[in-house]
Nanobody, 122 residues
Framework: QVQLVESGGGLVQAGGSLRVSCAAS????????MAWFRRAPGKERQFVAAISRGGVTTRYADSVKGRFTISRDNAKNTAYLHMNSLKPEDTAVYYC???????????????WGQGTQVTVSS
């Protein structure tokens, strides 16, 4: 069955960096646009970034633009979110999601991971 498994979350100080990964299995990874979302305590899920199937096109939420970079390695069936200059307001559970034949503007996603916690201390 299809699985998206996030890893790499943790505790980091404000201004620090972290990379989270999303390992996919049970699907043809290159056919899926991938995205990262996050949910902070008491808040709704928020779009963070998306990347096209070939990795050429990306899209970011304004709140992370210039600080976060989404990437993918189709040979490894893995998507990444590189987070720099982290702020306490970036604290959230980060989820990856995949959309079959999707684009970076996809609204609904077909598969979701279980999430990884990222905590940024001030």
């Amino acid at each position: 069955q299809v699985q998206l498994v996030e890893s790499g979350g943790g505790l980091v100080q404000a201004g620090g960096s972290l990379r989270v990964s999303c390992a996919a299995s049970g699907l043809t990874f290159g056919n899926y646009a991938m995205a990262w979302f996050r949910r902070a305590p008491g808040k709704e899920r928020q779009f963070v970034a998306a990347i096209s199937r070939g990795g050429v096109t990306t899209r970011y939420a304004d709140s992370v633009k210039g600080r976060f970079t989404i990437s993918r390695d189709n040979a490894k069936n893995t998507a990444y979110l590189h987070m720099n200059s982290l702020k306490p307001e970036d604290t959230a559970v980060y989820y990856c999601a995949g959309k079959l034949y999707g684009t970076t503007t996809a609204i609904a996603y077909d598969y979701w991971g279980q999430g990884t916690q990222v905590t940024v201390s001030s």
